[in-house]
């Protein structure tokens, strides 16, 4: 299999209800086995970009007007959101959507069941993301309302694991937490590529921490795509530096725009 049949979005736009276009003309890949940051900052079309991937722009009434999504091979515009986790594409949506009222336990195993998984297999599941989360095997019983913020980041992201993904899309999953929470779980996230195979896209606002971890990025800008390439070419990039890495001085919103020569 070649990469260009894992992920590929190719020259995409978005239009919401009131014919409000969000997108225009984004492309971008994902090669297997790797991380990929979508930076930029809010409104700039990243939370846009991974729901039509994962094909939830129906809930926010939105619907891609123009373009292709290609998963393996295969057009995914007619697969609603449960067909694309059955093939390996899970989102974890910005905000840490727990259900409340469940313990950890109970949360984690509400993943595993979209594959109907035997009892055994969904023990041995759930085991994974313990061995992955030790925390949260600590915090298993407790209900998922009373937890902190990064363990509810973590539930979600194990929540996602449990259905087995090939593709993770990771909304904003540094937002609100402490520094050396965020690290912890971005740590975990390298893990999880490295051992597991799992490919990430990351939408996520701290560039600097981001493309530490990344393979390659994209910087989005008004529902374009400024800039890419490596995530040390971005990150060796005055201009994102500028903008993204917090480089510039209080005065940066009056610098020259991002350059996109070659883009």
Known sequence: MTTSQFLEVDNIEVLYSQAILALRGISLRVEKGSIVALLGANGAGKTTTLKAISNLLASERGHLSRGTITWHGEVTRKLDPADLVARGVVQVLEGRHV??????????????FVRRPSRRALADDLERIYSWFPR????????CGLTSGGEQQMVVIGRAMMTRPT?????????????????????????LNRNEGISFLLAEQNAHLVLQFADHGYVLENGRVAASGSAAELAGRDDVAEFYLGTAAAGASTAEPIQTPGI
């Open 99 to 112: 259900f409340p009222q469940l313990t950890v336990e109970e949360n984690l195993l509400s993943g595993g």
């Open 167 to 191: 593709l993770v899309l990771l909304d904003e999953p540094s937002m609100g937490l402490a520094p050396i929470i965020v690290e912890e779980i971005f740590r975990i996230i390298r893990d």
């Open 136 to 143: 949260l095997k600590q915090r298993s019983g407790v209900r």
